[in-house]
């Protein structure tokens, strides 16, 4: 942090006063046609404040490294002003010593350029070779010591306009002359080093590891135009159209530094400040830009044009670029926040769709349309959460592409609008996801595939966060809904099953007392009425009494055997463990009750030991008709205000875990008594075989429920 302040506070100053000394004398002092102002207004300025930029948001090392090319590029140039302002000072002795200024400026910016594109976009390399690479692109820097102790003659830099051959150089050291050529060609010169930086560059841009040649391709394809562009300029310099190139290739270096910010966090500039920082130098470098594009004209054209002419044209370019600036910004704006209008139209739009729908999968597709439009997302889906509050393997709002293989999901969904059918639609990984929460209860998820261009922003996850608040009140209402309606029906067939129940009962009643009970106590009558005439005429015997008080007690016992199939007597007169521990004889496969000692003492209401009772007589009649079992066993336990009631076996088993809302048969009924109490209802396997019904009943002070709650705890 320190360090960047310390070179702002030192290269701030040093490029504004070249930059300013240079456009005092070149523009206003000595204002010819050939002013030579394009250079450092059109090729440095921008650099130098996109430098200067960097240095107020980074403290790494590259970042340094920018501003310190760019300011030494505009000393460089006040350098070689001053010097062709002032050739009289060619013949001074400390000359030699002053030029090594120019020298070391050039080269400085050349050395920072090469290790900030080798090293780009964090300042580290992966091989060995291209630390050791990086290491001598410092070389170019000895320039000046090396040629003042090895040339004879004064080396000027070649971008001052005149050479040095005659000016004599008093501090060269006789003995190292030898190395003059030496020094000339690859310190001067410098183009081993650009080669070598290059090289860098090139390697990691093509045949570095995906990441790697992910993060550099735009700037290596940057530095590729503007080689080309100088290439074509030593060649070719009084073209104006490669000048106009050269000058391009210097602008779309900050440009593509901002690209590297954005993308891959170059310059180690954090992922929750980078599309905060690319908006600020965006918007910094287009209107350095646009001043540098609307004093292009007057710059070059100085020569040919008159003051009048060269005001009218600056003035119509300024106005008719100013349009082009104003897309520019909001272009970048969009690119790195997403569209705001689009946004803000999403969230005024959101409740009018959401409105208009009423089914579930209706709202939920509307809603991933919605969002899908307004984040510019490839694809959105909508998962529901379930009961245990997991988020459910199919989604039912869907809209874009979501197929993770490569296959297309039409808007809407597989297979038509809003399905959620298709084998693999659903495999791909979100790149951005919000849960859809009401309270402390998560009703469900958005999750978003990557966006179509670019990445998510904080700003957009924001939206996103404020779209989920919105909806979920929504989805929450029609769920609501849905439970409403799926209760009523459920109440309705509960009826249904009670009403049927009782009327099976009444006619199981009826059909015993005609077939079994009834016409015994008709025979017993008849009996009767022959007894009494035989006991007339003195012919009754008193085995026909005994035979006559047996089929009387026969009777009474089958009326204690239907009293026992309503209620039985033991269930009232000893509790609900003696009840259950009754029949253990007289079922048909091997049978434990476990029970403690609290539930034996213990007697519950008569609602809950009759509730309880039928359920274990359901539970091992479906036991001993359907799970082929040999062993059952029946558990009761008081934990928590509740009657736990567990009946297992080690039968076929019923497979995975059956919901109570889609129980059928006796386990309808079953559910229906529990539900009765307001209990809860489980099946689940058993271990390692057979199958566990768990009920649990409570048992303190809990009041029946209602009909309409009866099909809601279904």
Not at 125 to 139: D, G, I, P
Not at 174 to 192: F, G
Request: hydrophobic fraction near 50%; include cysteine.
């Amino acid at each position: 942090m320190q360090r960047r302040w310390v070179c702002l506070a030192t290269l701030g100053p040093i490029g504004v006063a070249a930059l300013g000394y240079v456009v005092v004398v070149l523009g206003f002092l000595e204002a010819d046609a050939d002013h030579a102002l394009a250079w450092p207004l059109l090729g440095v300025l921008p650099l130098f404040v996109f430098g200067m930029w960097l240095l107020t948001v980074s403290s790494s090392r590259i970042a340094v490294l920018v501003a310190l090319a760019a300011t030494a590029m505009l000393v460089g140039s006040a350098y070689e002003t001053f010097i062709q302002r002032n050739m009289q000072i060619v013949v001074e002795p400390w000359f030699p010593l002053f030029n090594v200024l120019g020298l070391t400026a050039d080269a400085t910016a050349t050395s920072a350029f090469l290790i900030v594109f080798a090293t780009f976009p964090d300042g580290v390399v992966e091989r060995r070779w291209q630390r050791v690479a990086v290491a001598t692109l410092w070389v170019p820097m000895l320039v000046g010591p090396l040629t003042l102790l090895t040339t004879p003659h004064v080396v000027m830099s070649p971008y001052a306009g005149f050479s040095g051959e005659g000016i004599p150089n008093p501090y060269v050291v006789p003995w190292l002359e030898w190395a003059a050529p030496a020094v000339h060609l690859l310190v001067y010169q410098a183009w081993p080093a650009v080669a070598l930086g290059l090289a860098v560059l090139a390697s990691r841009a093509l045949f570095g590891e995906p990441e790697v040649r992910a993060r550099t391709r735009v700037m290596a394809l940057t530095v590729a135009g503007a080689v080309v562009a100088f290439a074509l300029w030593t060649f070719l310099p009084d073209v104006g159209i490669i000048a106009l190139f050269v000058y391009a290739s210097l602008i779309a270096v900050p440009i593509a530094a901002i690209h590297g910010i954005l993308r891959s966090g170059a310059f180690e500039i954090a992922p929750g400040d980078r599309g905060r920082l690319v908006a600020r130098s965006s918007n910094l470098l287009i209107t350095v830009v646009y001043a540098a594009a609307v004093a292009t004209p007057a710059i070059l054209l100085s020569g040919q044009l008159r003051v009048v002419p060269a005001v009218l044209i600056t003035t119509i370019l300024a106005v008719c670029l100013l349009p082009l600036r104003t897309w520019m910004q909001r272009w970048i704006l969009r690119a790195v926040f997403g569209d705001r209008d689009r946004q803000l139209t999403m969230l005024s739009e959101l409740g009018a769709r959401l409105e208009q729908a009423v089914e579930p999968r209706d709202l939920l597709t509307r809603l991933a349309e919605a969002v899908r439009e307004g984040l510019g997302a490839s694809w959105v889906r909508i998962r529901l959460a379930t009961a245990d509050g997991a988020l459910a393997a199919a989604p039912v709002g869907v809209a874009g592409d979501v197929d993770a293989s490569g296959g297309s999901v039409t808007a809407g969904g597989p297979g038509g609008s809003g399905g959620s059918g298709g084998s693999g639609a659903f495999a791909a990984e979100p790149a951005e996801s919000c849960d859809l929460m009401r309270g402390d209860e998560r009703l469900g998820r958005i999750e978003l595939g990557p966006r179509r261009r670019g990445e998510y922003s904080d700003a957009e996850r924001a939206l996103l966060r404020t779209v989920a608040g919105q909806a979920a009140a929504s989805v929450a209402n029609v769920r609501l809904t849905e439970q409403l309606a799926e209760q009523l029906d459920e109440l309705t067939a509960s009826r249904e099953r009670l009403v049927a129940a009782q009327d099976d009962e009444r006619r199981r009643l009826e059909r015993d007392l005609h077939d079994g009970i009834q016409q015994d106590v008709v025979a017993q009558i008849a009996a009767l009425r022959l007894a009494r005439n035989r006991l007339q005429r003195g012919e009754l015997t008193p085995d026909e009494l005994a035979e006559l008080q047996d089929q009387a007690r026969e009777t009474l016992t089958d009326l204690r055997e239907l009293a026992r199939g309503i209620h039985p007597p033991v269930l009232s007169d000893n509790g609900l463990v003696a009840a259950v521990e009754s029949g253990v004889a007289r079922y048909p496969i091997p049978l434990t009750v476990e029970a403690d000692e609290g539930v034996r003492a213990e007697r519950f209401s008569d609602e809950v030991e009759t509730t309880a009772y039928y359920v274990v007589r359901e539970a091992l009649a479906n036991t001993a008709k359907h799970a082929n079992a040999s062993h059952a066993s029946v558990g009761l336990a008081r934990d928590d205000g509740h009657l736990r009631i567990a009946i297992s076996d080690d039968g076929c088993g019923m497979g995975e875990v059956v919901p109570a809302s889609v129980a059928s048969g006796g386990l309808a009924n079953i559910r229906d008594r529990v539900a009765a109490l307001r209990g809860t209802m489980r099946v689940s396997p058993g271990e390692p075989t057979g199958t566990t019904l768990l009920v649990e009943l409570p048992v303190d002070g809990v009041a029946p429920a209602t009909g309409a709650e009866v099909a809601a705890v279904g």
